[in-house]
């Protein structure tokens, strides 16, 4: 009798015990705490830089062998840590012939490739939130090796770091709502012949693209800001939708990140920034995009634009802030909505 009671006991302890466990897994996720945001590696940043942006990279020139070695780098770097390459894809590659590549300006260059990574969203996955930097640089000059440690050397392992992010909080049970994709543009020195090139052989339609979150450059600081590397310059998050212009804002007060210059964000500015990345190709067609930016300095273009002169607190922190912005696009209730027509 004491057995059957105390077995009793037992199964009930039992059912309870797995009971609760049950309510626990159903609970829903709170995609408002983004505690994921700490994974920014400072670290990771450094250790990837001095890789892609080394002398052993012969400059990431368009479709050169030094390029084809970052990019297997790259990739290796995703497998280690999880992310695959995106539904509908067979491997990391979007490749470009050369017949595309030189088609403007016949630069003679070879084939080269698109590089991309994927984190299916769990709620709405067919919607794609593009995180964007180019992994290209000009190559080697009159013999010296241009290693673009900012231009985009900076940007190239700020978005591998993010999607690192994004797949442990995935692996985690807290996944993005959308899909993420990141795309490592090739080309862009020579055109912005990469973004171009998915923009018009999208693997996704363009139609179900949410915003593309583009960073180019953000290693170093420029000229107006020599007191303080505690900002970013941003253009055109308010030029086709107010959303995209808010979330920027606001998740920039909700982490208490940087200081939001928008200098450069006037279409009639004579540098003409918003024309000359990545984002462009995927604005033109309609999609709310942001370019993150430092700024050029003394070594932009140059040999000299090298790891040593790379501001790592200010690229950990602009990282962070590139993935508060996609984490939050990714993770709203509802999509962007394309409110302005006209560009402003």
């Known amino acids: 009798m004491r057995k059957t009671i105390a077995l009793l006991l037992f199964s009930f302890a039992f059912l309870n015990c797995s009971s609760q466990k049950a309510v626990v ?16 590696s400072r670290e990771s940043l450094k250790q ?48 470009i012939p050369a017949a595309f590549l030189n088609a403007k300006y016949n630069e003679n260059l070879p084939d080269s490739e698109n590089i991309w990574a994927f984190i299916e969203g769990s709620e709405k996955p067919d919607e794609i939130v593009i995180i964007s930097a180019h992994y290209d640089h000009v190559g080697i000059l009159k013999g010296e090796i241009y290693n673009g440690a900012d231009d985009d050397g900076s940007g190239t392992v700020a978005i591998m770091e993010i999607a690192a992010a994004f797949q442990k909080a995935k692996d985690e049970g807290h996944g993005p709502k959308r899909s993420v994709l990141i795309l490592h543009m090739t080309g862009e020195e020579h055109g912005l012949h990469g973004s171009r090139f998915y923009s018009e052989n999208p693997l996704f339609p363009l139609a179900n693209t949410v915003a593309d979150v583009n960073i180019d450059m953000i290693g170093r600081r420029d000229p107006f800001h020599e007191d303080s590397n505690n900002y ?7 030029y086709l939708s107010t959303d995209l212009f808010n979330v920027c804002e606001e998740v920039n007060k909700k982490y208490n990140l940087l200081t939001l210059d928008y200098k450069y ?8 920034f918003y024309y000359r990345s990545d984002h462009y190709n995927f604005a033109k067609n309609g999609i709310p995009s942001v370019f993150l930016f ?7 273009h140059k040999a000299t634009d090298e790891v040593t002169k790379i501001e790592f607190d ?17 993770n709203r209730k509802d999509k962007l909505i394309v409110d302005k027509t006209d560009g402003r």
Do not use: C
């Open 232 to 238: 970013i310059y941003l253009i055109g998050s308010d």
């Open 25 to 40: 897994a159903v609970k829903p996720v709170d995609h408002s705490k983004n505690n994921y945001i700490d994974i920014i």
């Open 48 to 95: 990837n830089l001095e890789i892609i942006a080394s002398d052993g990279m012969e400059g990431r020139d368009t479709g050169s062998e030094g390029q084809k070695k970052a990019g297997r780098y790259i990739i290796d770097w995703y497998v280690s840590h999880g992310v695959n390459f995106p539904k509908g894809a067979t491997n990391y590659y979007q490749h």
């Open 294 to 300: 430092n700024g050029t300095h003394e070594d932009y």
């Open 265 to 272: 964000n006037d279409k009639k500015d004579p540098n003409r």
């Open 314 to 330: 200010a690229l950990t922190k602009r990282t962070q802030y590139a993935f508060a912005i996609a984490w939050e696009i990714a």
